[in-house]
């Protein structure tokens, strides 16, 4: 027996190649996913370890021409083989061993010559297989220009756009029109860095800082963590604004702390920082809520983190707006590098139209995303990120899979 691995960005995509060179006389012994380093970096791949009896195919080979023609079972041994060499023949009525060994052929023609017309009947079909064959790889050029034009309109920049087909053309052997949406999606896929964010109990609170530019949502975004973690995690949750910059941010997430009963603290200069966090030293996490400021105002900016850098922070998010332009986002984050962000959270999803701008910015600063908001909705509209989600999102323009 002999045996083989293929490797396929799907486990439906690895069978395939596994079917093309084996047919249907492979047997699969064993499968896992592995993480395959290519030029366009790290990409989840599906293996698979398949056996094959090689007999029927070895024995065609090692006979020469004559001799096959002459055999018995010529056209039994051709029937076989042409389930896996030539699909389209396979369907034609070829005459099995006892028919041909008991059959009267006309004078005209021998065993022979009979023999020899149904090889090239077969040759025949295999032509005609062929010709399909290259009408779908035409198909497939049609495809490939197709999603570039796609790609484009989402947003997606030019390199990004180039990465991707140059994908498509490394696996274009097993591309059809039926199938190539998936490659597409497992290439954006294979782009999109996400980061899980943990909640648990531990002998110390974890501090938890939310920064971002004006109008972001980043209130909002902290009231659906903060119910998500007491709610569904069972855990003790302690917020602090230091907001006090924007006309009503306190009252804003006061009222949020008492419908949902959670302990809220406010600082109103940098030093009272510590002793707050002292106050909610049995807490099992602690939000920070900070003032939005432009990125463009570097006082601004620098007064918030030093609000920040008088304790520690365990993690921190940049939240930015889904709808803006990728040149946008490009400058918010990079005036926000000081607060030494660990992942974004994208908000208006739910508002946005193109999201190519998502994958331009996660792949520019090689940072995850943790979370998407879509709605106003306290806790339910967050949802935690997800490549595959994502990459969907971004492909089609629409929420949901």
Do not use: W
């Amino acid at each position: 027996m002999q045996i083989k691995k293929f490797l396929g960005p799907t486990l439906k995509e690895a069978t395939l190649q596994m079917k093309e060179e084996f047919g249907s006389e492979a047997i699969i012994l064993g499968s896992r996913v592995i993480e395959d380093n290519s030029e366009f970096g790290k990409r989840k791949m599906f293996e698979i370890t398949v056996g094959f009896d090689e007999k029927i195919k070895s024995k065609i080979e090692e006979t020469e021409e004559e001799e096959l023609y002459m055999s018995p079972g010529f056209a039994e041994e051709i029937a076989l083989l042409t389930k896996k060499v030539y699909p389209a023949a396979a369907k034609q009525n070829i005459p099995s061993k006892k028919v041909i060994n008991n059959r009267q052929i006309s004078d005209t023609m021998n065993d022979k010559e009979k023999k020899k017309q149904s090889f090239s009947d077969i040759l025949s079909a295999s032509d005609k297989n062929n010709n399909r064959s290259n009408e779908t790889q035409r198909d497939i050029e049609d495809e490939i220009k197709d999603i570039s034009e796609l790609l484009s309109l989402r947003e997606i920049s030019k390199p990004l756009v180039s990465v991707i087909l140059n994908q498509l053309e490394q696996y274009k052997k097993f591309l059809h029109p039926s199938n190539i949406d998936s490659y597409v999606l497992s290439s954006i896929a294979s782009m999109i860095p996400t980061k899980n964010f943990e909640l648990y109990k531990s002998n110390k609170p974890k501090v938890v800082s939310v920064v971002g530019p004006t109008g972001v949502g980043k209130t909002t975004c902290i009231a659906k963590l903060a119910v998500i973690a007491k709610i569904l995690h069972n855990l003790d949750v302690g917020l602090i604004s230091v907001d006090t910059y924007r006309l009503g941010a306190i009252d804003q997430l006061r009222i949020f702390s008492e419908i949902s009963d959670i302990d809220m603290l406010i600082a109103y200069e940098p030093e009272e920082m510590p002793g707050l966090i002292n106050s909610f030293k049995n807490k099992d996490i602690i939000f920070i809520d900070t003032a939005g400021r432009s990125q463009k105002n570097s006082e601004h900016l620098t007064k918030t983190k030093m609000y920040l850098d008088t304790i520690k922070i365990d993690e921190t998010f940049l939240v930015l707006s889904a709808t803006n332009s990728t040149k946008n986002l490009f400058d918010t984050a990079e005036k926000f590098k000081t607060f030494s962000y660990d992942s974004f959270v994208f908000t208006k999803v739910d508002e946005g139209v193109a999201f190519g701008n998502l994958l331009n910015t996660l792949t520019n600063f090689n940072l995850p995303v943790t979370f998407l908001s879509n709605g106003q909705v306290i806790p339910d509209d967050i949802i935690s990120a997800d490549s595959e989600f994502i990459a969907n999102l971004i492909f089609t323009g629409k929420i949901g899979k």
